[in-house]
């Protein structure tokens, strides 16, 4: 049978039409234009579903279910979008109006769970039933698959794992409160920290990077740091124990497989994978007495989107 | 059919023996003498389960299965009692040992899990089907139910909220780790807290209060609290926050349908429990848009390790 993969982001929308082995037939990407009322973005899909199995060679009664990820709250159990961050979606009861184009079933989730399912599924967390999947992004998204299933709790509401405490009272975080993992270990607040470095060090290293890039970055510390940069050692040593506590503690909750490293930051290779391990392996609950937890990056980059909204499908 | 239940403690062993509704025959009580070679409490334990069919007048052949709650790292899915703090019990295979003197099926779990499935199924949670259990003692212990199911996570090393983090580099823990939610909400943290207030305030109630108790316990700033005194009412607006702090970390990964407290900490009633609950309303990720999250007290206090031990069996 076929499956068909909705990647629903703020300025593009990606399908891709597989086989139950996440094999790609065929692959492609449209604008959002997140600024339009839904039935029109919906009618788009709908097309883009088509053109999907017109390019594959398909027939549409081929395709056995449709899997759609989307950014927000989304209630899979209704089919309804509660709210999406970034695009124009309030209570968008998007199964609902897709099936009057296409009518299979169509399942949706949270592009973060869709992310985590496509890899638990295809990726570099196939053959386990219980991942946790963080994207060290804007923010920090964390998509938990329990016994093989997507942990979504109650209207779709769960799994903000950005949004557990790191530092009570700490930075604030977009959520309205204060120390949220998301706060310390996201892309952003990595840029944040590296800024504050740099204006305390007016030597380092940092500052002949970020000029080369043209900005600051999540490389920027990084860079100086494999450099030998002290003062960029010091933001990338920090920041290695803010994303290692968060991980310790899903950890200590789930227990899962593996964690699966997501983001541009998961580029940064063994000098940041080993160091969080380390530290994963050190501080979880019980030591060695329990299951050690591996933490891996994750490798379906792209396609994770799409294949894991096929994998909502399976 | 009859169910046993058994709720393993370091001083206590209590037994139930109940039908499917949680509706008690039969109950009773022997002590652990946790310095034994564990075959000889194991001896014990069936001692206990036959001694509880006698009572209620059933026959052994009668109890459907057999369910037993035990601290530690509990091994369910093969029946082995990994290690526990409490008892001198480490890679015990307690089930197949069981067997030996009354073959029934035979389920384990953690005793913050088992209590956490007694209160889901027969206490404050009944009807619900994702639920957080939180006891505040000792350490903070927490039993997660998801879509009906325990989370117990790899080798049952899983849901260890109490050492999620609350303030990274924070207060020393006992599981070698800083910052724990643990390390903050524990009514022995709670105890830490009220004393060093007491040192630096030496005209507060809390002086008042401990003496007539002969000691500074987890009740001591709430009784200077609920008198007016300032001191007595800043450790308590702290600890409620840290309380409240870990709960919402628990709503924004898992959004059950209610949290329940269990633990001396949740007889302190309405004043401390609508105070967690505001803050839970008010910091939860999303707000308003999400569902709400009703924090509750636990209900079945000395019962809930036997109930949840016969809810492991249905």
Not at 261 to 279: A, H, L, P, W
């Amino acid at each position: 049978m076929y499956y068909i993969g909705i990647d629903i982001g703020g300025m593009t929308i990606k399908g891709g039409l597989t086989d139950e082995n996440g094999k790609f037939y065929a692959k492609k990407a449209i604008d959002t234009k997140p600024e339009r009322e839904y039935p029109e973005i919906v009618k788009d899909i709908a097309e883009l579903c088509k053109d999907l199995a017109a390019s594959a060679g398909v027939d549409i009664s081929e395709v056995a279910a449709v899997g759609m990820g989307i950014p927000g709250t989304i209630d899979s159990a209704k089919g309804v979008i509660t709210y999406s961050n970034n695009i124009n979606f309030e209570k968008v009861p998007i199964v609902k109006e897709f099936r009057k184009y296409i009518d299979v079933p169509t399942r949706i989730s949270n592009d973060a769970n869709v992310a985590a399912l496509g890899e638990a599924r295809f990726g570099s967390g196939k053959g386990s039933k219980d991942v946790v999947f963080v994207t060290l992004g804007t923010g920090v998204g964390t998509g938990i698959i329990v016994n093989g299933v997507l942990l979504e709790g109650k209207g779709g509401a769960g799994a903000e794992g950005g949004h557990t405490c790191l530092k009570i009272g700490g930075e604030p975080c977009s959520c309205g409160k204060r120390g949220c993992w998301e706060a310390y270990a996201s892309a952003t607040a990595l840029i944040r920290q590296t800024t504050r470095a740099m204006e305390k060090n007016p030597s380092s290293l940092m500052h002949k990077f970020a000029a080369e890039e043209g900005k600051v970055s999540g490389k920027t510390a990084f860079l100086a740091a494999k450099a030998g940069d002290k003062a960029g050692q010091a933001v990338v040593d920090a920041y290695v124990k803010y994303v290692a506590e968060g991980i310790i503690s899903m950890v200590n909750l789930f227990r899962p497989d593996c964690v699966l490293i997501g983001g541009g930051v998961s580029n940064e290779g063994d000098y940041f994978m080993k160091r969080v391990q380390r530290r994963v392996n050190r501080f979880s609950y019980g030591g060695k007495r329990n299951p050690r937890v591996e933490v891996r990056k994750a490798e379906l980059k792209n396609d994770a989107g799409i294949l894991g909204a096929v994998a909502l499908c399976l």
